[in-house]
C-alpha cells in the first residue's frame, strides 16, 4: 500500500516565483506559461496490513509537513492534481539521501514500523496553453528543471 | 589586465576572489549580472566566484546558468579568453554546459555521499581543507597553467554539492584521455583514495576540477581564493606565515596562472 502526501506552501514560494521568471523571462515561454506551482511529494510505501491508512497519513504529516507554513493533501494507492496544468514529477535517479534519512527517522526514530520504502519528489505544475501543453512540458523539463545526469522527470498523467 | 569577478545575486565570494586576483598581480571589478552583458568583452577573463547563486533554487547554479551574462560569457570562451569558476561558479558552469564543455550538460554536481569501508557516513554540507593533485600536464589549463603535473596545492573547501555525477559510462574514459581532469582530491602526500575523507565529497574518480577541451575554461570545487595568503592557512600548515600578510598561499598559483594564461594569449 502507498501513502501519498502532496506538500505545498501557502506562503508564498520564491523558488516557483524564481523558476516561473527565468522560464517567462530568460528562456522565452512568456507567451505560452501563464503560471507555474511547486508541491513535494511523499510516496510512503507502507505495509498491507495497515488498517486506516487515512489515520496513518495524518499521522505521517505530522511529522513531514510543517503546518504552520505548509498545507497538504494525503491519498491512499493513487495521487490526482487538478486539472488545468501539466504536472510534471521530478526525482532523483541517483540515491536520494533525505529520503533514506526520512525512512529511518520514520522506522527507526519515530517508531513507524509499518513504512517500508520512502521517495521523494518535486512536483512542478505549468500552466500551459502551447498547442501541445504536454511537449512543452517535457521540453521545459529538459532545458531547466533536470539536470539529466542525476534527475528524472515524467509527466503525471 | 583586467578581470571580471561575475556576481550574482547570493554570490558571496566576490570580494575576496577580487583580492586574490589582485594579489597575482591582475586589475579588476566586481561585474554585477544585471549590467549590460556586452559589456563583459572589455575584460580579459573572468572568475566566476562562490556563494549560493539565487539561493541554490531548483538546484544549484542552474538559474545563474540562463542569465544573458552567461550567454555573453559562452563567447568569450569561444573567443579563447579564461574563465574561472570557484565552487558555485564551476555549478553554474556545468549547469551552463560551458564545462566539461562538449555539447550539452554533461554531467551533475550532486548532492556530497561520503562513503568509507562500504557505508555513507555522512551526507551534505561539508567544510574542510583538502589536497589536490595537479593532473593535467604544465599549461594545459588557464587556471593552472604554472603547475605541473604531481604537484599538490591545499585549500579549503566548504559545499554540499560537489559530487560530480554523469550517467555517461564513457565520459570519464573521455575526460582523462583529453587531459580535462584538471585536479583531483588526495591525501596530504598525494595518494588518490577514492574513500572519505580522502575523496571528500563522494565525486567519480576524486574529481575536483575540470576544463573544457580548449583548457581555457576551468572549473573547480575548492576555494582558491581562501588559500591565497599565507596567513589564510590553518595553524598547523607549514606554510602558514608568520607577520608577513602578503607573503602567498597556495591557492594564489590559480590566480597566477590565470595571469601568466592572459600574457602568453597576448
Redesign the interface.
Known sequence: MKIYLRVWLKIPD??AA??KN?LRR??GYDAVLSDLGKERLWSIEVDDSVQDPQELARRLARELVNENKESYKASVDSVDFEKGYVPVRVG????D?EAV?TLNRLRNRLGFDMVRGVERSVVWKLALSSEKPEKTAEEIAER??I?????FYEIVT | MKIAVVQFPGTNCEHETLVAAQSAGLSGEIFRWNRPAEELSGFDGYVIPGGFS??D???AG??AS???VMEALREEADRGKPIIGICNGFQILV?SGLLPGLGG????L??N?MVSKGE?VR??FYCAWTTLRHEAPRERCSGSFLLKKGDLVRMPLAHAEGNL????EKLMEKLNEEGQVVFRYCSETGEVDDEFPVNINGSRENIAGICNPEGNVLGMMPHPERSSFAWQLPPTDSGKGAGDMNAPGPGRMIFESMKRYIEVRR
Request: charged residues 30%; negative net charge; glycine residues 4%.
Open positions: 520564491a523558488e524564481t523558476v527565468t530568460r528562456m532523483l535517479s541517483i540515491e539521501g534519512s531547466l528543471l539536470n539529466p545526469h542525476k534527475d | 539565487y539561493q533554487r531548483l538546484r542552474a538559474i540562463k542569465e544573458p549547469e550538460v554533461d554531467v551533475a550532486a548532492s555521499v555513507i551526507r551534505g555525477v554523469t550517467a555517461d
